[in-house]
């Protein structure tokens, strides 16, 4: 069982369109972090959310915290295909040192 | 520019030898991780060391070990490979109370 869920699975998106992707839980969470991966390469940290309610911006890239911190959203305006890629979403429960990977999103941008 | 280091990007080994995925980080972190990465399975962790010489299973041990003799360096060995085995591997570092994983290139393990 998924600690992490993540929606949808797969995404497949015009160039220009917007979208959002969901990581869900019934656990809270002390932080929550958003992960891209490119083909045969390991994930890079995109954002780190700490504070229930809390809302980030990078570039087109808007993240979201939960207000009671168990779930978050990443969402992406005017996609471009260099957005393509797989969105991971990670939790720390702060119980340890380790954190807790969603099932990922498949993101295909189509120019 | 910190990183982290995966020794093969790409290995082919038969069924029952042992293996040993390397991987070495530049930052003086003291949490390792090694995850295996399968589709629709998502990064499941295998085992973790929060300092030299000590280790932590993680949700998936069963037909690995881990070794961390140096702060920079921690292993993950395949006692015998078997053909379930057939993943991405990926090793990660973090900073006690840092903000997120620093990960390699992965390797992509292929037993046959």
């Known amino acids: 069982t998924q600690l992490l869920e993540q929606s949808p699975q797969f995404l497949s998106i015009q160039e220009g369109e917007n979208l959002t992707v969901y990581c869900n839980s019934s656990?809270?969470?002390?932080?929550l972090q958003w992960y891209r991966q490119e083909p045969g390469e390991g994930p890079v940290l995109l954002v780190t959310?700490?504070?229930?309610?809390e809302v980030k911006k990078l570039k087109r890239l808007t993240f979201q915290f939960g207000d009671a911190r168990k779930d978050s959203s990443l969402h992406i305006t005017a996609a471009q295909t260099g957005d393509t890629g797989l969105y991971l979403c990670?939790?720390?429960?702060?119980?340890?040192?380790?954190?807790?990977f969603g099932t990922g999103t498949s993101l295909t941008v189509i120019p | 520019d910190v990183k982290v280091t995966q020794s093969s990007r790409y290995l082919v080994k038969r069924t029952g030898e042992k293996v040993f995925l390397e991987c070495v980080q530049d930052?003086?972190?003291?949490?390792m991780f090694w995850y295996r990465q399968d589709p629709g399975l998502g990064l499941r962790l295998i085992y973790f060391?929060?300092?030299?010489?000590?280790?932590e299973k993680g949700d998936i041990p069963e037909g690995y070990s881990v070794s961390r003799e140096k702060k920079e360096r921690f292993s993950l060995i395949l006692e015998s490979a078997s053909t379930n085995q057939t993943s991405m591997y990926l090793c990660?570092?973090?900073?006690?109370?840092?903000?997120?994983?620093?990960f390699g290139s992965g390797t992509r393990l292929t037993v046959v």
């Open positions: 990660a570092s973090r900073l006690t109370g840092g903000r997120g994983y620093t």
């Open positions: 656990s809270v969470f002390s932080s």
């Open positions: 959310v700490v504070t229930g309610g």
């Open positions: 990670a939790g720390d429960r702060g119980t340890g040192n380790q954190f807790y």
């Open positions: 930052m003086d972190h003291e949490n």
């Open positions: 060391s929060y300092d030299v010489k000590m280790k």
